[in-house]
Structure formats: C-alpha cells, structure tokens
C-alpha cells in the first residue's frame, strides 16, 4: 500500500515475501506450500486439491501423488501425505483395491488385512466391521481372547433359558437392508 498507511494482509494461502514498501501490491503474494494458484481468480490462492501436494512457497501448481494414491484431504504441503484411500492396500509401489475378505482402514500405505476365520467381506471393504460372520456362524469373544471371532453358531438347548442369541450373517444381511439410513 501506500507509505505510511497500514499494510494489507494478503489473501487466504498466502504470504507476502521479502521487504514490503510503498509499491507492493496483493500481486506480490506468493502461494504457501499446499496452496497453488487459483485458476478462478486472479492474484489469488486455493488449497491444493485432492491427490496433490506442494512442498514449496511460490505461484506453481501442486504436483499429483503418483498414480494410484491419493490424500485424505486438501492443501497438503508433503508427499508423504499420499497413500491409498481407505478399502485400497499398498502393493508393490500402487494401491489396489482389497480382495473380498478383506479390508484396510485409514489413508495409509499399510497392506490390506484377512477378515477373521470364517467371516466375509465385499472387496474394498474399509473396516474389520464389514467382515461379518458366514451362515451357521456368529461373532462372539472367547474368553481365551480380547477379539471378535466367528463361532459356529448351536441352538440354545429347550432346558436353557438364559442362552445368548447371537445374529448370523443372514441376520445382518436381513437388518441392513431394512434399516438403511435415510
């Protein structure tokens, strides 16, 4: 602005450089690492999308995570921010989506997990929840054990009155399709 009058802060995602004087201007603002150029508005700065990272300050675009990655969000300002999208494992140097039966959680390059024995899941599933139990089983936790397994499922005995029901994979397929949120 002009000498003497009060500087002007620049736009979000940016950073004025440098020594500020009477002749600078909104246009002397540089995008901050994981922000580039806004190709809507003039002298402005966006984040850097979804899948993109840029390391440094200045007006270049953001780079795209090599091919298969992605982020979890935007304005990423490292490489190491792309990984595989939940329900995708990390094989080799790319993400795949994860075979039936099993799953990955969170944006990471961790491999994708075998669902307990005797249990299923779609491909690209993203949770050990959606590993649910095979017909004639039921998920339980054996006291020699802190997890989940699938246990083979026996009817309670006519005597015993305080049996447990535990639902099937029948069951559960049966609740979610009449109890889809809206």
Known sequence: GSVGAACSACPQYQFRPGFINATTTEADCLCLAGAEPDPAAANKCRQCPLGTYKPYTGDHNCTACP????TAQTGNANASACACAPGRGYVGDICVTCLANH???GHN????LPC???AFAPPG???ARDCLCGPGFSIEVPESSKKQACMQYTAPSAASVTAKFW???YDYLQWSYTNVPP
Do not use: G, Q, V, W
Not at 67 to 70: P, S
């Open 103 to 105: 799953y990955k959680a």
């Open 109 to 112: 390059l961790h491999t994708c």
């Open 116 to 118: 307990r024995d005797h």
């Open 67 to 70: 091919a298969t990655l992605t």
């Open 167 to 169: 639902p099937t994979y």
């Open 125 to 127: 599933s993203t949770a």
